[in-house]
Every structure is written in structure tokens, then in C-alpha cells.
């Protein structure tokens, strides 16, 4: 009896083993490559970035072979020294400046968003402004109240965005050098001398 509880044990301690060997082995580290291209290694988490950007459905093939691509040519490009290029390096500089703005002017819209209110009065008087201004029946109060709502809020939150750009630009040390910027020629520019290009 106690043998075979031991080799019960046995075999149980086998099972669990080899359960969490097979568990373990399903959990991938973030950084384990899932490709190589020269030198660079293409891990988990890149994949999962770019996976991320692509139409979804795509297979994980298609996906890595999409990635293997998109390095073999930014590894040209550096080879031909294309990263170190003034242009280049500007329109680095002016998406990095896009992206930030961006991505500043949607934390504070939705800030600005959750502290709009409207009232119930405001909803029914837009529905009814609305339904005059309208040639065509619109549909009815209960359908659109959410709609306008939200519509009314984001205006509301427009204006509190308005506003708070306002003071940035009140509160800011501002020179305006207007010799200097009526000295500037652009190339849209109409009647500058050298025609309609301005040179």
C-alpha cells in the first residue's frame, strides 16, 4: 500500500511537472526574437507594435515578412547615410513636433470633455432650433437628446480648449518682429519681384 501511494506520488509529481513545463513554455519573453535581419532582432514586442498598425487579419507571416521589408530598407538607407540628411532631419523634427501637439491637444480635450456639462434646457432648445431650421421632419426629441448632447458638449469643450490656448498665449513673453516678417519672400507669395515664385 505505501509503494503504491509512493508511486502514485510519483507519477502525480511527473504530471504537475511536465503541466507546468508545457504553461511555461506558452509564456514567451517580450524580448525573445522572432526574427533576424543582419544585426537587428526583431522581438515579440516589435512584432506586436507593428502587428498593431496593420489591416487587421493579417497573417503572422505576412506581418513578419512586412517588418523583415521595412528594416532591410531603413538598414539601406542608413547605409547611404539618409538619416543623417538636413532634410531628412527637419521632417524628423516636424512630425516629432505634430506628434506632441497632438497628442497634448486630445489629453486636454478630453479633460476638457468630462467637465462640459449641458444642461436639459440647452438639449431642448438646440432639438427645437433644429427642427425649425430643418425643411424635412426630424426625428424625434427622445431619438436625437444623446446626440445633441454630445455634440453640445464637444462644442462646449472646444471653447474651454479655445480658451485655455488664450492664456498660454497671454501669459507667454511674445515678440513679433514685423520688419523681419514682411522682409520674408514665399514662393506663393503674389506680386514680389521675379513673378509669382518670388525669386
Not at 45 to 68: R, T, V
Amino acid at each position: 500500500m505505501n509503494r503504491l501511494l509512493k508511486k502514485f506520488s510519483y507519477v502525480m509529481a511527473i504530471g504537475m511537472l511536465s503541466a507546468l513545463i508545457t504553461g511555461c513554455a506558452k509564456e514567451y519573453d517580450k524580448n525573445q526574437v522572432v526574427a533576424q535581419v543582419n544585426n537587428y532582432s526583431v522581438t515579440i514586442n516589435d512584432f506586436k507594435h507593428e502587428a498593431g498598425m496593420i489591416i487587421p487579419g493579417a497573417s503572422k507571416e505576412l506581418i513578419l515578412q512586412d517588418i523583415i521589408t521595412k528594416e532591410l530598407l531603413l538598414q539601406e538607407a542608413q547605409k547611404m547615410k539618409l538619416d543623417k540628411n538636413k532634410i531628412f532631419m527637419k521632417e524628423i523634427e516636424d512630425y516629432w513636433k505634430q506628434s506632441l501637439i497632438k497628442r497634448l491637444i486630445s489629453i486636454k480635450g478630453e479633460e476638457f470633455l468630462a467637465i462640459a456639462k449641458v444642461s436639459a434646457a440647452e438639449v431642448m432648445a438646440e432639438y427645437n432650433r433644429m427642427s425649425q431650421a430643418s425643411a424635412d421632419k426630424i426625428r424625434s426629441f427622445e431619438q436625437m437628446s444623446l446626440q445633441i448632447q454630445d455634440r453640445l458638449r464637444a462644442k462646449k469643450a472646444q471653447v474651454f480648449l479655445d480658451s485655455w490656448i488664450n492664456s498660454l498665449r497671454k501669459n507667454a513673453d511674445i515678440k513679433n518682429y514685423e520688419t523681419v516678417l514682411h522682409s520674408i519672400k514665399l514662393k506663393n507669395e503674389k506680386g514680389l519681384v521675379g513673378g509669382s515664385d518670388g525669386e
